[in-house]
């Protein structure tokens, strides 16, 4: 404090007030939606996630193609190759781990009031949270796909294969992996609202989707297809299962939307104190 | 009008009353003094004025309306709740433009309350290497980012040095006497007695005195007042 003197009070406006003030401004929805945004950016849990993504699927695009041998299936043919460029389920993993943070964050520190004070309906609060996490999701979606496209297509060729899938078939598996993953980011976000603790949300996150899923998929493979992150990859046609992809798509929906309704209705009703 | 009206206010935890039928209210142009022993309710009835808490029964209001009625919150009311709260990696800086946004306030805002609290310099630094005045000082900040005429204000001296107790007891003398409405919750009676021209104090979360300054205390010393008001309960815990 040594450095900073008490300011004058003659710099005090003269009535208070008197500065200029957005008045029914500060209602457009337009505004809690940046203040998560500018959140989100300035907080470095989404950018170690990004990071996370990048490397992941930047060392897996590569990796894939050049450990293949050199009269692989993956190096030519357009069904095979689907796996490699398809956003996969271990991807999902980011998205819900975003959302989480999301949800968590302002509990974790304790600006969850200040948050409120700001933007006193809540619904608004959770609305810029849904939109947000969606953003992102989106963005994390973006940033894989160019990581698979900057990476696995040189490593394909180098391997001398080439990019065998059509692009609009491409452009299929972008598409519904990219809606996948909102879905799944939504999943996180709501347990991240609902437990109110960064800590024990994404914890249960993590503990759900490398450990619970793995294990429990793997002793009973019955229920494998409707774990969380499974439906990702089924959605988009890139793993063999029970359900159909439109199964998958609703399951997705009902993983969004149940824990997301919950953290909601815990954001709305919850006293904050 | 009062700036602030509490009327019939409850609120009850499982089988704990924190605020019991609790009526007062907070004008403008006048520092209040909010006091009560730790568990009085005092956090809890801010709470349910600024809208974190919902009231089992009774109201809440400023101006005449509850908090998430009006048109703009952030610049009717100016709250500092718990100055210790915040992102530990972001800058002084960036959690006044995250709070900014949110009210729809510029960045250019953020500068102007920077330099009023006199944390222009220490702007850029992380959070986690804040001081505990500095980050009495970025609370203070946030509550004055929309220019608000209503401050709500708890335990605002913590950590502060005494010359930035001084700064704050002329601060608020000025934005009271410009038309501000200040209501102050502190265990700090020997500052409060210095700085508040009404008082209001409360004990389980009932009301055991509220006017102004001199009716309340007189020439009495405010500290004897205030245990005398709160004996039953200060024993108790």
Redesign the interface.
């Known amino acids: 404090?040594s450095?900073?003197?008490?300011?004058p009070?003659q710099?005090?406006?003269?009535?208070?007030?008197?500065?200029?003030?957005?008045?029914?401004?500060?209602?457009?929805p337009a505004?809690?939606l940046?203040?998560e945004l500018?959140?989100l950016r300035?907080?470095?849990g989404p950018w170690v996630v990004l990071g996370l993504l990048v490397a992941f699927v930047g060392v897996t695009s590569f990796m894939v193609p050049t450990a293949a041998p050199s009269d692989a299936p993956l190096l030519r043919d357009p069904e095979a190759q689907r796996t490699l460029f398809g956003l996969r389920s271990e991807v999902a993993l980011f998205a819900i781990l975003l959302g989480g943070l999301v949800g968590a964050?302002d509990h974790r520190?304790?600006?969850i009031?200040?948050?409120?004070?700001?933007?006193?309906?809540r619904w608004r609060v959770g609305a810029a949270r849904v939109v947000t996490v969606t953003m992102g999701a989106l963005v994390l979606a973006l940033v894989a796909v160019a990581t698979m496209l900057a990476v696995a297509v040189p490593a394909v060729q180098a391997a001398g294969g080439e990019l065998a899938v059509p692009a609009g078939e491409l452009a299929r598996l972008w598409v519904l992996g990219a809606a996948g993953m909102v879905g799944l980011a939504l999943f996180g976000y709501g347990i991240g609202e609902a437990t109110r603790s960064q800590i024990v949300g994404l914890g249960a996150l993590l503990v759900l989707t490398l450990i619970v899923e793995p294990l429990l998929g793997a002793a009973v493979p019955a229920v494998a297809d409707f774990l969380p992150t499974a439906p990702l990859a089924i959605l988009a046609g890139l793993r063999a299962a029970q359900i159909s992809a439109a199964g998958a798509g609703a399951l997705i929906m009902a993983y969004a939307a149940v824990p997301t309704a919950v953290g909601l209705g815990i954001l709305l009703?919850h006293?904050?104190? | 009008m009062d700036a602030i009206e509490i009327q019939g206010l409850t609120k009850t935890y499982a089988e704990t009353r924190a605020v019991d039928d609790l009526s007062f209210s907070a004008r403008r142009g006048r520092v209040t003094g909010f006091l009560g022993p730790n568990g009085a309710g005092k956090t809890t009835t801010l709470g349910m004025l600024l809208g974190l808490v919902r009231p089992d029964s009774g109201t809440a209001r400023i101006d005449g309306r509850a908090y998430r009625d009006l048109d703009d919150p952030a610049g009717s009311v100016g709250a500092l709740l718990d100055p210790t709260l915040g992102h530990q990696r972001q800058s002084g800086r960036t959690h006044l433009r995250v709070i900014a946004a949110a009210t729809g306030r510029d960045d250019e805002r953020v500068e102007d309350v920077l330099q009023e609290v006199g944390l222009a310099d220490a702007a850029g630094k992380r959070l986690g290497a804040y001081s505990m005045g500095m980050r009495q000082r970025l609370a203070l900040a946030t509550a004055l980012l929309g220019d608000p005429e209503v401050l709500v204000l708890d335990e605002p001296a913590n950590g502060l040095d005494p010359a930035g107790i001084r700064w704050l007891r002329e601060w608020l003398r000025t934005f009271a006497d410009s038309g501000g409405c200040a209501m102050v919750s502190s265990h700090q009676l020997a500052e409060l007695a210095r700085s508040v021209d009404d008082i209001v104090v409360i004990a389980h979360g009932q009301l055991r005195a509220a006017g102004a300054y001199d009716d309340v205390i007189g020439e009495r010393d405010l500290e004897e007042v205030y245990l005398e008001l709160t004996s039953e309960a200060a024993a108790i815990r």
Do not use: E, K, N
Request: no cysteine; aromatic share 0%; proline share 14%.
């Open positions: 404090m450095q900073m003197q008490p300011h009070t710099d005090r406006p003269a009535q208070p007030g008197a500065a200029r003030a957005p008045g029914r401004a500060a209602r457009t505004i809690p940046r203040a500018l959140m300035s907080t470095p964050t520190h304790g600006t009031a200040t948050r409120l004070l700001a933007t006193p309906v009703r006293d904050i104190g």
